[in-house]
């Protein structure tokens, strides 16, 4: 398959304030903090089934290349080694544990001496990349590259992103800042009835609001060489990649357009990691405005992902605008791995009779084979309930310090109001969440599964709102304890 690689080296010394323990007060110690950053395509050079949808979508063309960036970071004193990371953004709709396997044992394999529980991969959330799992789909047979040669592809790819981002370390100095971007709007309606609706029409004369908040925050982190040019930035926004969800082409959606916008002012060797953050119950897709909105962008003369690739390019602007004046040489690096169980969502007998009717329905017809699956997924996990073989989720969570600022992950679809919660919570001056770094599923709030609909009924969780705070505990745990007081 073909495809092109940028790779980015750092030189720039600091000396840091080393964390000696979780939990424990910094140690002052003379330090280094190293940092590389590469970009890989990860663009099939044949047609593929794309993500996303219910139904089989073949790519047509490529509308826009998907890639994997990678940022690998580690901490040293003097030759000893204090920690280390390795973050890699994906143009994918989320990270089955097949594909994070994957990539461990050839990062393993590659690395000698990196902690390969450390290699976190997180996916932007567009719904016009590759099918990254096998079984969900009917695919034809010829001409289309099938689930499990993309994965291995993807896997080593991957690899080879983190692979060229850790041996183009170099000491480093960072930043961080804050800007506003109006991207993403909560996508659920709620009418007098108390229902919920994913994009239910907001001019009916029983609506009666949305659902929940919006975060239009935009966390931004930076990297630069000695000389004091920009190698590498992190852009966390809380709204999914998906203007473009429904149609058949590759296409990374409005992180293309960001990347593209960054590269003609900044470099076109500027490494730009898209990370998104807590937003299962967020969209670009308009809510209500929607005639206002179009016309102001037709005058502007820009498509929907320029409109929204300019708003979060500004909000970058405005947050570099204060972190470059304060290139941090002293930054500590502290990478915590936890393994958390967390409580199954409970499905009702209710829940379990209606989609055995669906199910039923749909397996007459085999292009509805992904939503038959969907529903028989909760049929099965009713039969494990009553029969009392379940086990709790269990799910990797990451916590990272860089100088002022934490870094936590989830695997999730993560309703916006638990990010919030994070947030305020957190002792961080700034606080990156990444979400999907791991396989997906919607994780709702308590009134979102009252009011139903898509993304907050069993189909949709694994986990439901009990689980939702018991993450966010021990998020806020995790970072506040990096931050002791």
Request: glycine residues 8%; hydrophobic residues 45%; charged residues 25%.
């Amino acid at each position: 398959m073909k495809i092109t690689t940028a790779v980015c080296a750092f030189r720039a010394g600091l000396v840091l304030a080393g964390l000696t323990a979780f939990g424990v007060a910094p140690a002052v110690s003379a330090s280094e903090l190293h940092a590389g950053a590469a970009v890989v395509g990860i663009t099939p050079d044949r047609p593929v089934a794309l993500s996303g949808q219910m139904h089989t979508r073949i790519s047509r063309e490529v509308a826009s290349p998907v890639v994997a960036a990678a940022l690998a970071l580690e901490s040293r004193d003097g030759e000893k080694v204090l920690d280390q990371a390795i973050l890699v953004a994906c143009d994918l709709v989320a990270i089955p544990h097949p594909v994070l396997d994957k990539a461990r044992v050839h990062v393993r394999r590659r690395i000698p001496g990196f902690d390969d529980r450390k290699l976190i991969l997180s996916a932007t959330h567009t719904h016009t990349a590759p099918v990254v799992e096998e079984g969900n789909y009917e695919i034809p047979k010829d001409g289309v590259v099938q689930p499990g040669e993309y994965i291995a592809f993807l896997a080593e790819r991957v690899a080879d992103a983190a692979v060229q981002a850790w041996e183009a370390r170099k000491p480093s100095k960072v930043g961080w800042g804050l800007g506003h971007a109006v991207i993403a709007q909560n996508r659920r309606s709620v009418y007098a009835d108390g229902r919920a609706v994913m994009y239910g029409p907001t001019e009916k004369a029983d609506f009666r609001g949305i659902e929940g908040p919006e975060d239009q925050g935009v966390e931004v982190l930076f990297v630069w060489d000695a000389e004091g040019k920009l190698r590498a930035t992190a852009v966390n926004v809380a709204c999914p990649a998906q203007e473009v969800e429904g149609e058949s082409s590759l296409n990374a959606d409005f992180w293309h357009q960001i990347r593209e916008a960054l590269h003609a002012k900044h470099g076109a060797d500027l490494v730009v990691l898209g990370w998104t953050g807590a937003a299962g119950d967020q969209s670009p897709h308009l809510m209500y405005r929607k005639r206002a909105e179009d016309r102001m962008r037709a005058l502007r003369r820009r498509s929907r992902l320029e409109e929204l690739a300019a708003r979060v390019v500004a909000a970058w602007e405005e947050a570099y605008e204060g972190a470059r004046q304060e290139q941090v040489a002293g930054a500590p690096l502290v990478h915590k791995v936890d393994r958390l169980e967390l409580p199954l969502r409970i499905v009702t007998e209710a829940d379990a009779a209606s989609a055995a009717a669906k199910v039923e329905e749909l397996s007459r017809n085999p292009a509805h084979r992904r939503l038959m699956l969907w529903h028989q997924d909760v049929v099965d996990r009713r039969r494990k309930q009553e029969a009392g073989s379940t086990s709790p989720y269990t799910m990797e969570l990451h916590v990272l310090r860089l100088g002022d600022v934490a870094i936590a992950t989830n695997p999730f679809e993560l309703y916006t109001q638990y990010g919030i919660q994070m947030k305020a919570r957190s002792r961080a001056l700034q606080t990156f969440l990444i979400q999907l770094a791991g396989p997906g599923s919607y994780l709702p709030t308590e009134p979102a599964v009252r009011g139903g609909g898509y993304s907050a009924i069993a189909e949709s969780n694994e986990v439901g709102p009990e689980g939702g705070q018991v993450l966010s505990d021990r998020t806020v745990e995790l970072i506040n304890a990096l931050w002791p007081e």
